[in-house]
């Protein structure tokens, strides 16, 4: 079954605004990582986590990680219309070679 | 400069054919990756290859043979294709095995099948 899970599945925004996504995932990981997936392309990663990390950022990007809930959030801070994507979590389990995908979250961002 | 290439971008065939697609990767990684995302944008792993050789088959149809003459190219062969095949193919390759690397994808193939 699959890994990554986000909730929600579609969100939509007004430009500036912040938008909060949500990844659970089932098993113990080494690590999660975020990706975005404009209309028509491929996937492009954005941040890594680490299992004993609990908060990254990367510009306007924060990620947490709570291994206990098993589940991490991406934070999309002063949100822009170029943000609408499509967001997905990966994690790796079992081994650190295969990477588990959910269906990701649908963003929209309002001019 | 395109990382990670992808031939054809569109594809469309009848049942029971034979078809191929083709990933090349210009970043000098060890490991490629097939994926299949499906119409709810559900992105699944179907093979890894480290250095031309298979690391990954997740449980799919034989009908599905990957091939990789060297360690930048990773081909897609496909035969007596189905209805259910019809989906997005994406190739993707990483620095090494490790998850803590990041994957760069293609723009993906997508595949209908009548």
């Known amino acids: 079954s699959q890994q990554g899970e986000e909730d929600p599945q579609a969100l939509s925004i007004q430009e500036g605004e912040n938008a909060t996504m949500n990844c659970s995932y089932k098993t113990s990981i080494n690590n999660l990582q975020w990706y975005r997936q404009n209309s028509g392309r491929g996937l492009v990663h954005l941040i890594l986590i680490r299992s004993n990390e609990r908060e990254k950022h990367s510009g306007r990007l924060r990620v947490t990680l709570d291994t206990s809930k098993k589940s991490s959030s991406l934070l999309i801070t002063a949100s822009r219309a170029a943000d609408t994507a499509s967001y997905f979590c990966a994690t790796d389990r079992d081994n650190f070679n295969k990477f588990y995908f959910g269906s990701g979250t649908k963003l929209n961002v309002k001019p | 400069d395109t990382a990670v290439s992808q031939t054809p971008k569109y594809l469309v065939t009848q049942m029971g054919n034979d078809k191929s697609i083709k990933c090349e990767q210009n970043?000098?990684?060890?490991?490629m990756y097939w994926y299949k995302q499906d119409s709810k944008k559900f992105l699944k792993i179907m093979f890894s290859?480290?250095?031309?050789?298979?690391?990954i088959n997740e449980t799919v149809p034989n009908r599905f043979s990957p091939k990789s003459p060297d360690k930048a190219h990773l081909n897609l062969h496909i035969n007596s294709l189905e209805l259910g095949d019809s989906a997005v193919y994406f190739c993707a390759s990483s620095q090494d095995l490790t998850g803590s690397g990041e994957q760069f994808f293609g723009p993906g193939t997508r595949l209908t099948v009548l």
């Open positions: 970043l000098g990684h060890d490991t």
């Open positions: 290859y480290n250095n031309k050789e298979l690391i």
